[in-house]
């Protein structure tokens, strides 16, 4: 046997993720014997803390699960718990739940584009430094951001944590005048999202094919958001209450977050999942706008995930759009809620990927036990998948620092919300 | 005003947290890039830099401390910096995670986890203050820009960063807000909430729920009091106080001594 060689670099965290985690390599003979993603963000326990918690709290506390994408885990939440007191909140909060999830999209996908992802693709450190050459560019992208950013605000008073939301609907209804105000600047930003969607095309994004099975929400339709069966790019067809029939979590040493396979296997949420069963549920002009890129979908190179999530952003401004300019003032903003003991299930898309939650309640609305399967957690076999495909096909022989950045931007592509699951990247090569 | 000789070094460290305080910064918009002309963010990880050692002027400081690892990151983070800022719920008070105080964490554990043996946790949660010397304290869950930029402005000038620790309660009415425990027989937490958020919670007709934790002279049992003598259920009130901020201690009180006796009870 030979003798394991262990090379520790010195690179303290990986950047530009949503949180911190680390990554060990196993090496011999050229071969990657052993990738592990280390998720050690701590644990906060958020399924026992809200165990005796009354149903009328939880939009406020499962927010604190993630200040990236809050409004997720409020939506999944609120679908499952008005699923098990036979709550109907009617057509006018359904439309606005829409609007308040493509907030959520046009803030998170926007921040990641910009802040996170494209500095890999035009070799800049960071976005700032970045900004020194395509100022317009980053300067679009934060336009994008803050255009989120003003719908989760109109709904939700302020984009970290929204208070707008409850079980049965919303708090308030926005005034009129203040729709109109943002519609107009929603409209005057689509040539901007258009724009987006050509730029990230033409980036130098590398030519990877992989196979991996894409999964997601699909709706009779719709682009799915809040609701929908869950979809397989294999045929799957499964209502959101039989998930635990093919997917199961699993503990792993090296990792705070659970470990999700489908069938015992990888499998891909996200953006890129989205966009490859649900191309046919997009609006004709975001479609169009998607086809002058030339870009094939379904695809399965992951670097394409930029792509897919700037045709969100563009989708998220047309539907958008689309409900403000039918905007009216409804009679009531919620659905009387009448609490009664069960169980029931949420599934929505989070900007990252598909969150399931089951819930379980008493006859008074008290929790009684939660279970939430956050996209991150989804993804982490995928990811470690594609690292170990994505270097024994360009090699491991690269210097540590070369081999580092490009295992980042492989994880980059899955826009890991560590938080939600996880902290970044002590890379470790063991090298035999 | 003379310009400083070079631009002030700032860091940006996340604890045990959702990320979403460091977002007051990353949801400037293009005002970010007008920050990074005046402060040089040598180590901000969501952002790009990654210097987690590097000496600065300020670090801004976002989570609670839960773990041995963070235990003795925040001792190095307190050395190696000039100022330091807590921002948010979670390093202010510890955050909506610290009511795992109140129970038995390593039940908790094996409940979420396959093999507890592979999480390792301290016995409490704490804010930051409980571990270092904390040079400013911003409050909210989550904070917002406003507070975090106009405290880096203050600090750049040299002054110290005017806090207010109204009652929000004050700021409704100078707002003109309809108040939603007279007008609306809500339990709303203003009377012992400070003020920071801009209202949002009464503007939308529904009760502030205390995320931006205690005011000064908050007297939170008076106001447990009332709210049990409008015919809330005891348990109920108890729950409004022991929630995002529910380890400060104007609002642990509230809960603490029935807790120390159902935790002396399940131990006996």
């Known amino acids: 046997m030979t003798e394991t060689r262990e090379m520790k670099m010195k690179v303290p965290v990986l950047a530009r993720v ?64 008005e699923s098990i007191f036979g709550t109907d909140p009617g057509p006018w909060v359904r439309e606005m739940r829409r609007l308040l999830y493509c907030g959520e999209w046009l803030e998170s996908q926007s921040l990641h584009i910009h802040l996170l992802a494209a500095p890999d693709f035009l070799g800049f450190p960071n976005a700032v430094a970045m900004a020194g050459q395509y100022r317009d560019e980053v300067r679009r992208g934060m336009e994008l951001q803050a255009l989120g950013n003003e719908i989760i605000r109109l709904l939700g008073g302020r984009s970290v944590h929204p208070v707008g ?44 094919a992989q196979a991996f099975t894409s999964v997601s929400l699909r709706h009779p339709g719709e682009y799915p958001l809040n609701e929908g069966a869950v979809a397989g790019s294999d045929g799957l067809h499964l209502p959101i209450d039989a998930y635990e029939e093919l997917f199961a979590e699993s503990h792993v040493a090296h990792s705070t977050a659970l470990y999700s396979h489908y069938r015992g ?80 299930f949420g599934c929505t898309e989070a900007p990252r990927g598909m969150l399931w939650q089951r819930w379980e309640t008493d006859a008074a609305g008290n929790i009684v036990s939660a279970r939430i399967v956050p996209p991150t957690s989804q993804n982490q076999a995928r990811i470690e998948e594609d690292l ?45 | ?75 190095e983070v307190r050395a190696r910096s000039k100022y330091l800022i807590a921002i948010g719920a979670c390093a202010t008070s510890g955050g909506i995670q610290a009511l795992r105080n109140l129970n038995r964490a390593p039940e908790w554990t094996s409940a979420v986890y396959a093999s507890p043996e592979y999480i390792s946790i301290l016995d409490k949660v704490t804010p930051i203050s409980a571990n270092v010397r904390v040079d400013l304290e911003l409050w909210g869950c989550p904070v917002n820009a406003h ?67 205690p005011a ?32 400060a201690p104007a609002f642990a009180v509230v809960g603490k001594n029935e807790d120390t006796e159902a935790a002396r009870d399940r131990d006996a």
């Open chain 1, 18 to 81: 949503e949180g911190e985690g680390a990554l060990e390599l196993d090496v011999d003979g050229g071969r990657v014997t052993g990738v592990r993603l280390r998720i050690f963000e701590p644990p906060r326990f958020f399924e026992k803390l809200l165990e005796g918690r009354s149903y009328h709290e939880v939009p406020d506390i499962v927010a604190r699960i993630c200040g990236i994408c809050p409004v997720a885990y409020q939506m999944s939440a609120v679908h499952a718990l």
């Open chain 1, 388 to 432: 170990r495909q994505h270097l024994e096909a360009v090699g491991v022989d690269a210097p540590e620092e070369v081999l580092r950045q490009r295992c980042e931007t492989v994880v980059r592509n899955y826009d890991p919300c560590i938080s939600c699951a996880t902290h970044f990247l002590k890379l470790k090569v063991n090298r035999a």
């Open chain 2, 216 to 247: 000064e002279n908050a007297n939170a049992p008076s106001l447990a009091r009332h709210l049990e003598a409008g015919g809330m259920d005891r348990a109920d009130v108890r729950r409004r106080f022991l929630s995002i901020n529910n380890a």
């Open chain 2, 1 to 75: 005003m003379t310009q400083p000789q070079r631009k002030p070094r700032v860091a940006v460290h996340k604890f045990s947290s959702c990320d979403g305080c460091q977002l007051a910064l990353l949801n400037l918009g293009a005002t970010l890039l007008d920050v990074v002309e005046r402060v040089d963010f040598v180590h901000f990880v969501e952002m790009g830099p990654v210097d987690e050692e590097a000496e600065v002027d300020i670090a801004i400081v976002e989570g609670s401390i839960s773990t041995p690892e963070e235990a003795q990151r925040i001792r």
């Open chain 1, 165 to 208: 939301v409850c079980v049965g609907g919303f708090y308030h209804a926005p005034g009129v005048a203040d729709v109109s105000r943002l519609r107009s600047r929603l409209h005057d930003a689509l040539p901007m999202a258009e724009e987006l969607v050509q730029w990230t095309a033409s980036l130098a994004l590398p030519h990877s």
């Open chain 2, 147 to 213: 507070q975090v930029l106009s405290a880096i402005r203050a600090l750049l000038f040299g002054v110290v960063p005017p806090q207010n620790h109204d009652k929000l309660c004050t700021e409704c009415k100078r707002l003109g807000v309809v108040c939603m425990m007279v007008a609306r027989d809500l339990p709303c937490m203003g009377p012992v909430t400070q003020t920071g958020c801009g209202v949002i919670c009464p503007r939308q007709g529904r009760d502030c729920y205390a995320c931006y934790g």
């Open chain 1, 265 to 344: 296997r990888p499998y891909l949420v996200g953006p890129l999942a989205r966009l490859n069963l649900n191309l046919d549920r997009l609006p004709p002009q975001v479609r169009g706008n998607l086809e002058r890129t030339g870009v094939p979908f379904p695809s399965h190179n992951m670097y394409h995930s930029i792509v897919a999530r700037a045709v969100e952003i563009h989708y998220a401004l047309v539907e958008a759009m689309r409900i403000l300019d039918n905007y009216r003032l409804p009679e009531a903003t919620r659905a009387e809620v009448r609490p009664r003991a069960g169980v029931g």
